[in-house]
């Protein structure tokens, strides 16, 4: 029901910054919470940031807070990830995911929907 599709991701120095989107699909947006979560070669998709329905709550991996900030338009049923003072260890492909209606966790299994992901690889 819901398509997200992922896109800003590419080539960065380290201290760089990039501004991922996703656009979202269909009429719910707005009634859902959204996330990032980025895998790395070898390793298991985390989570990144989360941003609430009416995007006055978020919430950020200890990782990348004060780094990275999530922002949303419902108007234009998309979430923005920006990302400034990059790492080496931010590398990674970086999905967008909708939460499930009336869903309050940010567990992997709480996002119902998932884009194709993003490359984001940034060197030193």
């Known amino acids: 029901q819901v398509q997200l599709v992922e896109s800003g991701g590419g080539l960065v120095q380290a201290g760089g910054s990039l501004r991922l989107s996703c656009a979202a699909s269909?009429?719910?947006?707005?009634?859902?919470?959204m996330g990032w979560f980025r895998q790395a070669p070898g390793k298991e998709r985390d989570f990144v940031a989360h941003?609430?329905?009416?995007?006055?709550?978020?919430y950020y991996a200890d990782s990348v807070k004060g780094r990275f900030t999530i922002s949303r338009d419902n108007a234009k049923s998309t979430v923005y990830l920006q990302m400034n003072s990059l790492k080496p260890e931010d590398t990674a492909v970086y999905f967008c995911?909708?939460?499930?209606?009336?869903?309050?966790?940010?567990?992997?299994?709480?996002?119902?929907?998932w884009g194709q992901g993003t490359q984001v690889t940034v060197s030193s």
């Open positions: 995911a909708a939460r499930g209606l009336g869903t309050t966790t940010r567990f992997r299994h709480d996002y119902d929907y």
């Open positions: 269909g009429r719910t947006f707005s009634s859902r919470g």
């Open positions: 941003i609430t329905r009416s995007g006055e709550i978020t």
